[in-house]
């Protein structure tokens, strides 16, 4: 008898919250797989310089990358600043291929919105930047942003 | 015997928080790497027979020359990169209408009327051997000034700084202001500048 009384003392049922982990879970997952970097592993040293009057890139779907900077694994690549392309190292040669391969991905009347992100690492010489640069122009890809870090301005 | 019919629950309201947790910490650190930097358009590349290059009037340039120690030169003196920014609104603004800098010509613009709007060119020229760093501060330097040259023309007849309308996409005003102060920075045609190693 002592059970039936305990029921009676019950006056409202709990909402049972063990669903909750799973629509959270769900959540969670949904944050996990959709913020995928899609950046390539970099072989050259990144550091980029700081800057104020910077603009942020809009449509990362017309942006190519060039990394330029010293290999981080000096002892096979040497210390010489290189040229990173993709996912492996390159010539000035090879920046106006890799150009002409990425406007054959999009859409033709997005091809003059392409823009090339330069993103090099603060201690390299103007040297092999300003050969990148020539290619670029030759190619007629003219749009490009010098990556740089946002620099907190002290007040 | 009852009691073991129905074993008791686990409470699992405490799984919701550690869930949150965990979406959470998700949140605020897979912040979107986004691209920041200076965006800047690369003159066509040469015709293949050579034109001589439109004859630009000495006081119309300001001359910035970095060599390979990062050492400035500017307009033949040598300047510490935190005096840029003032000595480039100085000659860009040309407020004095001083005789060695730009020239001025009447035009007509959007909102303003007729405006002079000086014919300035900065000529920027580095040597193989500056550093990355010291090229983009350069850069930086430069486009403060024309920005803040910019904000103050923008509150001055607005009221509201230039950024203002650039962040509300007011395409108008920008390319008024835009007019008056052209962003004309020129990069010769690669070649050493020098500088002892």
């Known amino acids: 008898m002592s059970k039936f009384n305990k029921d009676k003392e019950k006056a409202t049922p709990q909402v049972s919250t063990a669903s909750l982990p799973d629509i959270v879970f769900m959540l969670l997952f949904f944050f996990m797989v959709s913020t995928v970097m899609r950046e390539v592993d970099l072989k050259v040293k990144m550091e980029p310089p700081e800057a104020t009057e910077i603009k942020k890139l809009e449509n990362k779907n017309l942006v190519n990358y060039i990394y330029i900077g010293t290999p981080l694994e000096t002892k096979i690549f040497g210390t010489s600043p290189r040229i990173q392309l993709n996912d492996a190292f390159a010539n000035v040669k090879d920046v106006q291929p890799y150009i002409i391969g990425k406007r054959e991905e999009v859409n033709e009347a997005e091809i003059p919105l392409l823009t090339t992100s330069l993103k090099v690492d603060g201690d390299t010489e103007m040297g092999i930047v300003t050969d990148v640069k020539q290619e670029l122009r030759e190619v007629q890809a003219l749009k490009i942003s010098y990556s740089t870090r946002e620099k907190v301005v002290k007040q | ?197």
């Open chain 2, 1 to 197: 015997m009852a009691g073991k019919n129905a074993p008791p629950e686990i409470n699992a309201s405490s799984m919701a928080d550690i869930a949150f947790l965990l979406l959470v910490f998700f949140l605020v650190t897979t912040t979107m790497d986004s691209d920041l930097g200076l965006s800047r358009l690369l003159p066509p590349p040469l015709p293949p027979e050579i034109e001589k290059p439109p004859q630009i009037k000495d006081r119309n340039i300001f001359e910035v020359l970095v060599n390979s120690n990062d050492q400035l030169l500017v307009e033949g003196d040598i300047m510490q990169i935190a005096e840029l920014t003032e000595a480039t609104k100085e000659f860009v603004g040309n407020p004095s209408n001083d005789e060695s800098l730009p020239e001025k010509e009447l035009k007509e613009v959007d909102f303003f009327g007729n405006v002079e709007v000086s014919k300035q060119v900065i000529s920027l020229q580095n040597d193989n051997g500056t550093s990355y760093n010291m090229y983009i501060q350069v850069q930086n330097e430069l486009a403060r000034a024309y920005n803040e040259l910019r904000n103050e023309l923008s509150m001055e007849k607005f009221g509201k700084t230039y950024d203002f309308f650039l962040e509300t996409g007011d395409k108008d005003r920008v390319k008024a202001i835009r007019k008056i102060y052209p962003q004309r920075i020129s990069e010769a045609e690669p070649k050493n500048v020098g500088g002892a190693q």
